[in-house]
């Protein structure tokens, strides 16, 4: 069933985390913002990265923070998901229940409204995931219902079409791919084995069709007692220069904190986004996991979307020679040769033999599915060559370091 936000005048409004509140302030519902008079009640549970260098909160980063929750403006299918959900402005979901995600443990009510984090959270709490996952996906046209408008879908941010859905009492997440060619999704299986053959952390990804569209399929990082925190906001934390490269100051936030492996776990994030050649690791999709309870930071997060990669967004004829590319993208830096990222991988620990099936089962993937993503068959064999190609480059480079 869902639950409401209702505005009220001179209200004041509660940041919490889970039953604790985090500061309180008047909120602005058209600006989805708290506004000048916001007081910090518990300063260790301030989500990371929005205060100044002298602990005082930063309303321009707390604001940004907040309406980073929801979905962006740039979404795959957002018109579509506007008619169907019959609003206006993505952001208006934000608002419709207590800006709860299923990726941290903050929401925000009214200081007066008596709800608990017991009855409102989506962690166990159920939702209309068909209804929004139709309005998502589907290629047929209809009105949603008005629970699909309540659901923890309202706080996913990101490019491609996204939907929660609850199997078996866990949390999955299911993820399209560009229209023209859906080749992210099998990206991300291959990515995720990649990971498994080379000893890496990463998210688990499965391929499925849902609504006609070819889906990657993945569980949840985060539950009650974890949160997810961006690497953008480990920065912000640590106020770091974004006039220099800022894989130093990541390293540095991560160990004053005692997550000692940072560099090891980027090196393993990185030789995935070698032989991916993924070109879209911004500070959104990588980052570390906290203690819900605690604020405690525990560890990286375990290696996750690296699907738009091996040429997926390119025409077929321009498959192979990406290669060649300036196109990886790092923390700040932007259009650089993946070559540069291996300065940053440790190449003598891995086992690129392990690599060997794995290009065949890429192409067979791409074939499984082609009868859906209608891609042609001179675009899997570009992407298999592409693939080849990439762990070709990485052994000789690995060879070089012995």
């Known amino acids: 069933m869902p639950l409401f936000t209702f505005k009220k005048k001179n209200t004041v409004y509660v940041l919490m985390h889970k039953d604790k509140p985090v500061l309180q302030g008047s909120f602005d519902f058209g600006r989805h913002a708290f506004g000048e008079d916001v007081e910090i009640i518990n300063p260790d549970l301030l989500p990371v990265g929005v205060t100044h260098e002298d602990g005082t909160i930063s309303l321009h980063r707390l604001n940004h923070w907040y309406r980073w929750r929801g979905i962006p403006g740039y979404r795959v299918g957002l018109l579509q998901l506007e008619e169907r959900l019959e609003i206006k402005d993505p952001l208006e979901l934000l608002e419709r229940e207590y800006a709860l995600s299923v990726s941290d443990t903050f929401w925000r ?91 890496i952390q990463a998210v ?96 990286c997060a375990p290696v996750f979307d690296t699907g738009t990669g091996l040429g997926c967004l390119v025409d077929d004829n321009e498959i192979f020679e990406q290669y060649h590319s300036q196109s990886c993208k790092l923390f700040n830096a932007r259009n650089f040769s993946h070559e540069i990222l291996l300065d940053y991988i440790d190449l003598k620990r891995y086992d690129f033999n392990a690599l060997d099936g794995l290009p065949r089962a890429y192409g067979n993937q791409l074939v499984k599915y082609q009868s859906t993503t209608n891609i042609s068959n001179k675009r899997i064999n570009e992407s298999y060559r592409l693939f080849c190609k990439r762990i070709l480059m990485i052994r000789k480079a690995a060879a070089s370091v012995q």
């Open 204 to 299: 688990p990804y499965n391929n499925e069709i849902y609504e006609n569209n070819l889906v990657s399929v993945c569980p949840a990082m985060t539950n009650e007692d974890v949160d997810l925190v961006t690497a953008g906001d480990v920065l912000n934390s640590v106020h770091s220069d974004a006039k220099k490269f800022q894989y130093d100051d990541y390293i540095r936030a991560l160990e004053s904190h005692g997550i000692k492996d940072g560099k090891q776990r980027l090196s393993d994030m990185l030789v995935m986004d070698y032989l991916m050649m993924n070109t879209d690791r911004h500070n959104q999709n990588l980052g570390i996991l906290v203690d819900a309870n605690t604020g405690r930071w525990l560890q």
């Open 109 to 199: 009510k009214a200081e007066d409204d008596p709800i608990t984090w017991k009855e409102v959270n989506f962690f166990h709490r159920s939702f209309d995931q068909q209804g929004f996952g139709l309005a998502m996906f589907s290629n047929v046209g209809a009105r949603a219902g008005h629970n699909a408008r309540h659901t923890p879908n309202n706080t996913t941010c990101g490019y491609h079409r996204k939907a929660w859905f609850r199997r078996n009492g866990n949390l999955f997440l299911l993820k399209g791919g560009t229209p023209f060619y859906q080749q992210e999704p099998v990206n991300e299986w291959l990515a995720c084995r990649i990971a498994h053959q080379l000893g």
